[in-house]
């Protein structure tokens, strides 16, 4: 079955650092690939997407670019801020939504 | 506000009541997701809905655990005879297919504790 696997947290990095999370994501298909974010006391809510090989999905200066020879969805963000501590989630999709899988979510605090 | 909205956002109930969430997506959206979601750990897919029609039903989704979507617009979630392993937060989100792609929005959650 398809299966979603995140890096290890929590995530522990200063104001300004560099922040990668990898995800991996095993599929029969061509699936979309997502990232989700939940932040303190909120519910989910969707960070970027990318729907096909090499596409970029790219949003509040987070992006992550759909591998398909390496299969991956890494998350990547060149300077994070204290309001970007947050649990993030990858997630895979195939057939238009009917088979959405998350990953275990990775931890992520910013200290100033 | 036209999100996704459940109700309760908290529920405590003793082991064997049973209980009932609901979900309220946004108006124009077909598509309605359950998912279970525990601590430290990635939500769950429990069931979902295309209009009224209940399309898909993971093997998580015990016979204690029922969802309806009567009129295709709210859903509802029961668990009858609530054991202390099902705590945990149940999420809705609701979605509009596209070609190419399914973003589905999240509500808040319902968390349950079992005593």
């Known amino acids: 079955g398809n299966s979603v696997t995140q890096m290890e947290g929590p995530v522990t990095l200063s104001e300004e650092a560099f922040l990668t999370i990898n995800c991996t994501y095993t599929a029969t298909g061509y699936p979309s690939l997502f990232w989700y974010v939940q932040y303190p006391g909120e519910g989910l809510q969707l960070l970027l997407k990318a729907t096909k090989a090499d596409d970029k999905g790219s949003n509040k200066g987070f992006e992550a670019t759909y591998r398909k020879e390496t299969t991956s969805f890494h998350l990547e963000k060149g300077s994070v801020q204290v309001s970007d501590s947050a649990v993030y989630f990858c997630?895979?999709?195939?057939?238009?939504?009917?088979?959405?899988?998350f990953g275990p979510g990775t931890r992520l605090s910013v200290l100033p | 506000d036209t999100g996704v909205s459940q109700d309760p956002r908290h529920k405590i109930t003793k082991r064997g009541q049973n209980v009932t969430f609901r979900c309220d997506p946004i108006?124009?959206?077909?598509?309605l997701y359950w998912y279970r979601q525990t601590l430290g750990q990635g939500p769950e897919f429990l069931t979902y809905f295309q209009n009224e029609a209940q399309l898909e039903k993971s093997r998580l989704l015990s016979d204690r655990f029922s969802a309806e979507r009567p009129k295709g617009s709210f859903s509802t979630l029961e668990i009858q005879r609530t054991e202390q392993g099902d705590s945990a937060m149940y999420l809705c989100?609701?979605?509009?297919?596209?070609?190419?792609?399914?973003?589905?929005?999240f509500g808040p959650g319902t968390r349950l504790t079992v005593t």
């Open positions: 989100a609701s979605s509009f297919p596209t070609s190419g792609s399914d973003e589905q929005y």
């Open positions: 108006s124009e959206h077909n598509r």
């Open positions: 997630a895979l999709s195939e057939n238009y939504g009917q088979n959405f899988v």
